[in-house]
């Protein structure tokens, strides 16, 4: 079941005036806060290129009463190409402090050349975070690349058994065409539509249990076509939800998203539908 939202097309020359000077003005502020945010995002980048300290959980005795099975699982933060667990400062703050879940961080190497490669170490990395916390399942937050990456260990690799909730954030699931000369890099590669990557994750997955949750910005520049980052698969548990007014960068940022991704996380079962997420979120 997939709920999505997707404007109509509107030729250039049915676009009033007015509305063209608005959407340039919503562009332009949707510009200057994804060069403020690319700014404070170099400063911390040092920051996460390590990666953080594992601390391990203190489990119960074998005899005392497992967790209840309402509890929250474990939350892990993917994020996105040439980057690292530094852009989830704030959203790692705003889910700790509102919803009290066990958060962690994982970088993946920034010489990854394979999405399929990174999404098997996902996988080691979530059978170790489960037997460390003691819960059965964890819900990931994926910016860019790394929801591609969860998606595929979830979709592909049997990892819906971990994973209960992926929420991608501008994430390419259909493929983006964006910067022709990045092709360069074989992981670019697999981000362009019609790769083996993304044509295995067109394939029947009948049996996948995890719920996909994918939020989609209209001023996205790293996505082209913009629907590209919405989750459209006939065998998939997904809600697609629009995001007005910012950029790519800014999706792992912004408070109101973050405000949506708790929202997300707080659904109890997979079946369930995202209250409000049909109409999108207008942020700016």
């Known amino acids: 079941m997939t709920i999505t939202r997707v404007l109509p097309f509107r030729p250039p020359c049915l676009i009033s005036p007015a509305r063209l000077a608005?959407?340039?003005?919503?562009?332009?502020?949707?510009?200057?806060?994804?060069?403020?945010?690319?700014?404070?995002?170099?400063?911390?980048?040092?920051?996460?290129?390590?990666?953080?300290?594992?601390?391990?959980?203190?489990?119960?005795?074998?005899?005392?009463?497992?967790?209840?099975?309402?509890?929250?699982?474990?939350?892990?933060?993917l994020h996105g190409f040439i980057d690292n667990r530094s852009v989830f400062v704030l959203l790692r703050r705003s889910l700790a402090q509102h919803g009290g879940q066990h958060v962690e961080s994982l970088n993946y190497s920034p010489l990854t050349c394979d999405i399929r490669t990174a999404a098997e170490l996902l996988g080691r990395h979530i059978e170790e975070i489960c037997e460390r916390t003691g819960h059965h399942q964890v819900d990931i937050v994926g910016h860019s690349l790394g929801g591609l990456i969860a998606r595929y260990y979830a979709q592909r690799l049997g990892g819906d058994a971990r994973v209960r909730t992926l929420v991608t954030l501008g994430t390419p699931h259909e493929g983006t065409r964006v910067v022709p000369l990045a092709d360069a890099h074989p992981i670019v590669r697999q981000m362009r539509p019609g790769s083996d990557v993304i044509e295995e994750l067109r394939e029947p997955a009948p049996e996948c249990r995890t719920r996909f949750v994918s939020f989609w910005s209209d001023l996205d520049q790293l996505m082209a076509p913009l629907e590209t980052a919405c989750v459209n698969h006939?065998?998939?548990?997904?809600?697609?939800?629009?995001?007005?007014?910012?950029?790519?960068?800014?999706?792992?940022?912004?408070?109101?998203?973050?405000?949506?991704?708790?929202?997300?996380?707080?659904?109890?079962?997979?079946?369930?539908?995202?209250?409000?997420?049909?109409?999108?979120l207008t942020v700016a």
Do not use: C, F, W
């Open 22 to 77: 608005g959407l340039s003005m919503a562009l332009l502020k949707a510009t200057a806060l994804e060069v403020a945010i690319l700014a404070g995002h170099l400063l911390l980048y040092p920051s996460g290129i390590v990666q953080e300290r594992r601390i391990a959980a203190e489990l119960p005795p074998s005899d005392a009463p497992r967790l209840p099975s309402e509890s929250r699982p474990p939350v892990v933060l």
């Open 234 to 280: 006939p065998d998939l548990i997904a809600q697609n939800v629009r995001v007005s007014g910012i950029g790519h960068l800014a999706l792992p940022v912004h408070p109101a998203v973050a405000a949506g991704i708790r929202q997300a996380l707080d659904l109890p079962s997979p079946g369930a539908p995202a209250t409000g997420a049909e109409n999108g």
